[in-house]
T-cell receptor, first 114, second 115 residues
């Protein structure tokens, strides 16, 4: 069964550094998402992406964040200058088309900012 | 904007007993409702959803949930809990009355099933 994959599984970075989190959505999916989960807390929506543009973003998704679909398979989340409070688990999700509401999640990338 | 509430941080049940994990929602249009489960150090796994139709939906691992429009609830249930059901459960909602609107999650409920 096809799955959403994410790399790396863990990343440690210094405050102020740029990080890029990578996701490979399920191949025939059209809608892509990033969420984050601070340790032990709720899952928070960051951004949704469709037809090569952002369709919705939350107040968390400020100018430090950007997303890109550089080719036909990858979907990336970039944090330009990481802050301590960016430490969290970041989940990518995808869904196939407008008639199907279920989002399928990747295993997550645990980001630790020191 | 839509919102979802899970009023219990923690639910404890004995193995073999029925379990209920509560969820209530608020939307401007019609709700699309979801339950996801998260096992330790893992991603979110889809359990079940309500989009339209029968108010009682059945999902993976013997779970079911009942959509109650008058009470704006979508409680997750299972007739007989297993120790392996112990995990973090998230309710999520999408509001079809808001354009370009995507899913929002509740805070999660930690279910512990004791042998």
């Amino acid at each position: 069964e096809p799955e959403v994959t994410q790399t790396p599984s863990h990343q440690v970075t210094q405050m102020g550094q740029e990080v890029i989190l990578r996701c490979v959505p399920i191949s025939n999916h059209l809608y892509f998402y990033w969420y984050r989960q601070i340790l032990g807390q709720k899952v928070e929506f960051l951004v949704s992406f469709y037809n090569n543009e952002i369709s919705e973003k939350s107040e968390i998704f400020d100018d430090q964040f950007s997303v890109e679909r550089p080719d036909g398979s990858n979907f990336t989340l970039k944090i330009r200058s990481t802050k301590l409070e960016d430490s969290a688990m970041y989940f990518c999700a995808s869904r196939p088309h407008s008639g199907t509401e279920t989002q399928y999640f990747g295993p997550g990338t645990r980001l630790l900012v020191l | 904007a839509q919102s979802v509430a899970q009023p219990e941080d923690q639910v404890n049940v004995a193995e073999g007993n029925p379990l209920t994990v509560k969820c209530t929602y608020s939307v401007s249009g019609n709700p699309y409702l979801f339950w996801y489960v998260q096992y330790p150090n893992r991603g979110l796994q889809f359990l079940l959803k309500y989009i339209t139709g029968d108010n009682l939906v059945k999902g993976s691992y013997g779970f079911e949930a009942e959509f109650n429009k008058s009470q704006t609830s979508f409680h997750l249930k299972k007739p007989s809990a297993l120790v392996s059901d112990s995990a973090l459960y998230f309710c999520a909602v999408r509001d079809d009355g808001v354009r370009n609107n995507d899913m929002r999650f509740g805070a999660g409920t930690r279910l512990t099933v004791k042998p």
